[in-house]
């Protein structure tokens, strides 16, 4: 069974707080991401990365930064976490076409980040 | 950024009920997937939809790509409790909001 794991489903930090969130998966796909999701804004990118030690900002990369040193791992890094980064934290992974068109995407179960 | 946009934005309806959700766009997509996300996952995929004017049924779920790719819909017929959930549209890494589904016994 493939499987997208996070390292924590529930996260309580302090604001200034330097945050890790891990991510692995196993099916040895190239692209992985980094999404936040909050009621009524949907799923919003944060980063992407296509290959080892590759990454793309997504459209919110403000106040993150990631770090990909083996294909199955893509890690999120708050480094000084604030009250408003405060949300669901999704990892997808996802393989590559020959063609560029991003397929499915495979989610793991989430982090739900709170900052105090 | 391609914007995605879901309507409505939430729906309750009664078992038995069809329904329709709407996924649109200004922009042109090479393909969109359609996720279910259940509280405490993640989204899982439905269907992906390529070809304009493409239709795809997955058993009581029917799913279309419009002619010019900018749009999609999915039709729900004889609804159950069991398809409630967020109803995701998707398309190059992006997401719309979303339609929360609840169908009630």
């Known amino acids: 069974d493939v499987k997208v794991t996070q390292s924590s489903r529930y996260l309580v930090k302090r604001t200034g707080e330097k945050v890790f969130l891990e991510c692995v998966q196993d099916m040895d796909h190239e692209n992985m991401f980094w999404y936040r999701q909050d009621p009524g804004l949907g799923l919003r990118l944060i980063y992407f990365s296509y290959d080892v030690k590759m990454k793309e900002k997504g459209d919110i990369p403000e106040g993150y930064s990631v770090s990909r040193e083996k294909k199955e791992r893509f890690s999120l890094i708050l480094e000084s976490a604030s009250t408003n980064q405060t949300s669901m934290y999704l990892c997808?992974?996802?393989?590559?076409?020959?063609?560029?068109?991003?397929?499915?995407?495979?989610f793991g179960p989430g982090t739900r980040l709170t900052v105090l | 950024t391609q914007l995605l946009e879901q309507s409505p934005q939430f729906l309750s309806i009664q078992e038995g009920e069809n329904l329709t959700v709407y996924c649109n766009s200004s922009s042109v997509f090479s393909s969109l997937q359609w996720y279910r996300q259940e509280p405490g996952e993640g989204p899982v995929l439905l269907v992906t939809?390529?070809?304009?004017?493409e239709v795809k049924k997955l058993k009581r779920l029917t799913f279309q790509f419009g002619d010019a790719r900018k749009d999609s819909s999915l039709h729900i017929t004889a609804a159950q409790p069991g398809d409630t959930g967020l109803y995701l549209c998707a398309g190059n890494m992006r997401f719309g909001a979303g339609t929360r589904l609840t169908v009630k016994p």
């Open positions: 939809v390529v070809t304009g004017g």
């Open positions: 997808a992974s996802s393989s590559l076409s020959g063609t560029r068109v991003y397929n499915e995407q495979f």
